[in-house]
């Protein structure tokens, strides 16, 4: 079935009056990006042409969709906002909450059994609202939206950094905190800056062991962790036809990796094979009526370096495969050089567990690939080292897999484990045996992150990252440096074999099949709907306001932590056992910057409290400091707030009192959602002005009273031994974004004008 048909015939409608007036305003060829952007401006009609990295745009996206880890703190945002239902098409599902741990089953029953208040919550507030809700179980959210909500053209907004996915199926898609997701469901525009555009030329055909997650590897290696931020990626070519729709999404997915704002492809013949193989044949008849819209320009393409502002180009005819990591996800090996940088490296080279799954690579194409490597090990009598976990990307994945036999041939060996239809281990939900002993280990996964302690809380645990065929090519040797393409095993014969390349099907050749696809559709009317949150409830938590600014200008401030290096949401609000407070604001805020090093003492979660001299965990300080009425800032690093679109990271310091985070540079998701909470989001002038803030410091800002567009901020320092240092700080508010912190919080705001109107 086709979910919100109505709604993305309108959105085709209006596209050809759209397009001729973005082309007149712009007076040239526009990318597939431009033609999504200015099809969604809130405005209607293009009146001006907005510049790309400047200019901030209202855009009306299409939809929303929320995973529950997120959900939680959207939603319990939401109900303050006064509205009876949602504006826009809106979505939440069930997958972060539940632990992988012995198998598909007894997991989920577990993850229910725990998670049953935060799930009845949701499944509420979702019935009162509008709101369809993907139950647990159902699979990952991403997997999900791209077999029944993604369509070519199409814009949405989404609870979590890898929304980016659907840019599979041509999508501009992008990750956001729950405040955006509020503006969206309220019926208010949503903001962002214009991006800036990098053109990805694929060339070739992909062949052998390489597959499109190699291509998104070889990516994060050449523009690394930042170097997409603030841009869409648009990948074109030969190339980008020749790749299926969910190796698309792969692609997509870990265009996350690389701060980009989003990625994605024109619409083409793979697109319309997978929506029509997922039932969405209308779709694609109301694609074609104008595909000349959904891809970028002819002219753009032939000339990509006059309409890009960076320009790659990748031959997939000669792409290898990679393994990516440890410990961050643009460090880009190629399979034939990976055993000299280990060795060079110390990186331990057995793998105990290789992990298949995550949003990134859980496709019906991607299991089977994957298991027709297992196929041939088990023909050629080799008996796998490692243990094999699966996590399949949705039921009707997992059905239809099932259904064709490839489960059963991950299950010819004894120690592989097909876990739930979830995130699982990909974001700290796996309770693997022994990791609390933190042993120097490493493991090989087809997910997108490897952060530090990410997968199974262990900080000694070297993950890297590959597709799910060299995953399973590694997990049979046991030895990261196995090279596939080139090595031999030895079977129980003793035989000396080689593993054929891998082969698998773009699509089921029967179709996908589901008995319970886990959708849970919402009362016509809810108003009768109770959403009931006990007051003594350690999971949930009513919102209160944030405090509107007072006018005056922030004196006599601390500083809570000078974070050292690499800060993402990850550092600052762990999730793993912490998910369970997501709902909680006070109770998650337990976890505020307890993974940041401490530039003064290089240790993690030991600050000094100013009050009493003592060092203490860095909520606790955090707390004292609230508790006494002073105020704090924090200071970071380059690319404060990489990864996750958490806006937790955002709230838990402004619930325990920090006014200002202070940074080098910031990730662009994390940056939005410091200002929607009405924190103070602000970077270095002078980056070397990091080095002068010490540990006794005590702070005042001299203009803050004067905050406008284009200003800096002036923050005067006061050393321990008397002497200060007056350090100029830069913002990019605008008069929208500076209201909401005077308001105390973009909802604050929002909850105003409805009162007003």
Known sequence: MTFDIDMIKKVYERYPERIAAARQITGKPLTLAEKILYTHLWEGNATQEYERGNSYVDFA?????????????????????????????????????????????????????????????????????????????????????????????????????????????????????????VDVMAGMAWELKMPKLIGIKLTGKLNGWTSAKDVILKVAGILTVKGGTGCIVEYFGEGAKSLSATGKGTICNMGAEIGATTSTFGYDDSMRRYLSATGRQDVVDAADKIAEHLTGDAEVYANPEQYFDQLIEIDLSTLSPHLNGPFTPDLATPVAEFRAKAEANGWPLEVEWALIGSCTNSSYEDLSRAASIVEDAFAKGVKPKAILGINPGSEQVKFTAERDGFLDSFRKFENARIFTNACGPCIGQWDREGSEKGEKNSIIHSFNRNFAKRADGNPNTHAFVASPEMVAAVAISGRLDFNPITDTLTNEAGEQVKLNEPTGFELPAKGFAVDDNGYQAPSEDGSKVEVVVSPTSDRLQLLEEFPAWDGLNITGAFVLIKVFGKCTTDHISMAGPWLKYRGHLDNISNNMLIGAVNAFNMETNKVKNQLTGEYGEVPAVARAYKAAGVPSIVVGDENYGEGSSREHAAMEPRHLGVKAVLVKSFARIHETNLKKQGMLALTFNDKSDYDKIQEDDVLDFLDLDQFSVGKPLTIVFHHKDGSKDTVVTNHTYNQAQIDWFKAGSALNLIKKMEKES
Not at 73 to 96: C, E, I, N, R, W
Request: aromatic share 6%; charged share 15%; net charge negative.
């Open 61 to 181: 996206p299409d939809r929303v969709a929320m995973q529950d880890a997120t959900a939680q703190m959207a939603l319990l945002q939401f109900m303050q906002a006064g509205k009876t239902k949602v504006a826009v098409p809106s979505t939440v599902h069930a997958d972060h909450l539940i632990q992988a741990r012995v198998g598909a089953e007894q997991d989920l029953q577990e993850g229910i059994n725990k998670n049953s208040e935060v799930f009845n919550f949701l499944s509420s507030v979702c019935d009162k609202y509008g709101i369809g809700f993907w139950k647990p179980g159902a699979g990952i959210i991403h997997q999900v939206v791209l077999e029944n909500y993604a369509f070519p053209g199409g814009m949405m907004i989404g609870t979590d950094s890898h929304t980016v996915n659907a840019g599979g199926l041509g999508m501009v898609a992008i990750g956001v905190g729950g405040a955006d997701a």
